[in-house]
């Protein structure tokens, strides 16, 4: 890779305590960027910190704490990063999980949606005038060629009448392309560019935490024919800091080339439909400006096949 002056840049990446975060965290870091990486795990996460500085030489990582299921916690985490940093160069969305039994969150909603796509969404509209007040700056957002499967039932997007993990997941990457597609053209101008990637298959905690009798079966077969997390992770840092994709925006990449996505995927009225939607769950004005709380909590529940 050549040198992309990035030292002066400022790194958010969500879901990097392992896997393809991970990886692109220390990559990014080793080209001299200031990273801040965001786990759920206190101990794990502090971990990867000091892994990250010992193999990249540099200091400049540093975290933040977060579970993404949480819409408390995706608003905690955006005010304290707002308090504690003065620009946002380059927000990487990648946090995830696959969830072989439908779980809800502290909010009522179904985990996949919820982690997958509403996380994207709110933290990035939260940290939307940091962004804009960065410019030129870039939104990064993890998505997979999974999406090409999905079937969203858009009078049922919670799945609470039939239920697939392997079809929440399909969906939730569908709206991250969605998702990717509308904020390009509401940001058309801003100086603020957002693009997606498929990482392709990549061996990783996803494969493992699912279904744990069948994970025991095919892991070994995984680590045979996927990628590494460090190969996965090679799109996203070239779109988080290469100057070939500067001012490149609404884009689909795949081996750090751009590819057409799904013609589902590309449709407008579905992406603005699943704004609007995602407006209405996470409390957020039409002007993408927090709003306030809208939702009862209910009891945690029991974690199983978190990604991150």
């Not at 990014?28 to 200031?34: E, K, L, S």
Request: glycine fraction near 8%; proline fraction near 4%.
């Amino acid at each position: 890779m050549s040198e992309n002056h990035v030292s002066d840049k400022l790194f958010l990446i969500t879901g990097a305590t392992s896997g393809i975060g991970k990886a692109a965290a220390l990559a990014i870091t080793a080209q001299g960027g200031r990273v801040v990486i965001v786990g759920r795990n206190p101990q794990k996460t502090a971990a990867t910190v000091a892994e990250i500085k010992q193999v990249s030489g540099s200091p400049a990582v540093e975290y933040l704490l977060a579970d993404l299921s949480s819409q408390a916690e995706i608003r905690r985490l955006a005010a304290e990063f707002q308090q504690r940093y003065d620009r946002l160069d380059v927000l990487v969305n990648n946090a995830g999980g696959v969830f072989m039994r439908r779980q809800q969150t502290v909010d009522g909603l179904e985990m996949t949606f919820a982690l997958n796509h509403l996380s994207y969404f709110l933290l990035t509209n939260l940290l939307l005038d940091m962004l804009k007040a960065s410019t030129p700056s870039r939104i990064v957002n993890v998505s997979s060629g999974a999406e090409s499967g999905a079937k969203p039932a858009w009078d049922d997007l919670q799945m609470t009448k039939k239920y697939s993990g392997f079809q929440a997941y399909a969906c939730s990457k569908r709206f991250n392309l969605h998702f990717t597609y509308e904020l390009a053209r509401r940001l058309d101008g801003s100086g603020v560019t957002v693009n997606a990637l498929h990482p392709g298959a990549v061996a990783t905690g996803l494969w493992s935490n699912p279904a744990r009798g069948l994970a025991r079966m095919v892991t070994p077969l995984t680590r045979l024919v996927m990628r590494s997390p460090e190969k996965g992770a090679e799109t996203a840092v070239y779109l988080a800091m290469w100057p070939e994709v500067e001012g490149v925006t609404g884009k689909y990449f795949v081996d750090m080339q751009p590819k057409h996505s799904s013609r589902a995927s590309q449709e407008p009225e579905a992406a603005q439909r699943l704004w609007q939607i995602s407006e209405d769950l996470t409390g957020l004005g039409l002007r993408g400006v927090a709003a306030g709380h809208r939702f009862d909590t209910l009891p945690d529940s029991q974690d199983n096949g978190r990604v991150h």
